[in-house]
């Protein structure tokens, strides 16, 4: 089974802050079909996830562009270039390869 | 547009059963897998399974073969999960999701005597 390693577990940042959460993946991400499945959402508490980032880079309709995506393989990179408040929450990268499986969460929250 | 609306909460007793409904609408329900989501309280999201309701097809996380049972009906278009001999270790919130994009409200399922 595929196992995310989502680091740092907590994140404390000021507003205007350039941010990066990692995920590492135990295999390769890479579908037969050429395609990386490789995602991010954000959960705000009482909420249900939200999709940020789809197919490692591609940006979700409506996500502004301070959220971006990369990596390729097995380690993969979310960065959020201006932390703004409403950014505040736990980000999760989840794997749509194999299955899926969820990286353990990373909390942003204010410093 | 892709809506997924999930029953009501659920307060039930150790060693029975659940079954939580996501009823959709706003696309071919039968074209798509339907994911069935676990979050514990305070913890992360944890992935139970998928159905096919087109031929009702199925996998699951070999961590819940035995406890979750996922069903469709394509008459209504409405994905059905059955917990079974419920424990303390059951209570969570439970999602659906028609891929990552597209996620149910959530289904709080309490187990308590």
């Known amino acids: 089974d595929v196992v995310l390693t989502q680091t740092p577990p907590t994140l404390s940042a000021t507003i205007g802050q350039s941010v990066s959460i990692s995920c590492r993946s135990s295999q390769s991400l890479l579908h037969s079909n050429g395609n990386t499945y490789l995602n991010w959402l954000l959960q705000r508490p009482g909420q249900p996830p939200q999709l940020l980032i789809y197919?490692?880079?591609r940006l979700e309709s409506g996500v502004p562009n301070r959220f971006s995506g990369s990596g390729s393989g097995t380690d993969f990179t979310l960065k959020i270039s201006g932390v703004e408040a409403e950014d505040l929450g736990v980000y999760y990268c989840?794997?749509?390869?194999?299955?899926?499986?969820f990286g353990g969460g990373t909390k942003l929250e204010l410093k | 547009q892709v809506q997924l609306q999930q029953s009501g909460a659920e307060l039930v007793k150790p060693g029975s059963s659940v079954k939580i409904s996501c009823k959709a609408s706003?696309?071919?329900?039968?074209?798509?897998?339907m994911h069935w989501i676990k979050q514990q309280p305070g913890n992360g999201l944890e992935w139970i399974g998928w159905?096919?309701?087109?031929?009702?097809?199925?996998k699951y996380n070999q961590k819940f073969n035995g406890k979750a049972t996922l069903t469709a009906d394509k008459s209504s278009s409405t994905a059905y999960m059955q917990l079974s001999s419920l424990t303390s270790e059951d209570s969570a919130v439970y999602f659906c999701a028609r891929s990552v994009a597209y996620w149910g409200q959530g289904t709080l399922v309490t187990v308590s005597s």
């Open positions: 706003g696309y071919t329900f039968t074209s798509y897998d």
């Open positions: 197919l490692v880079s």
């Open positions: 989840v794997q749509s390869t194999h299955a899926w499986t």
């Open positions: 159905i096919y309701p087109g031929n009702g097809n199925t």
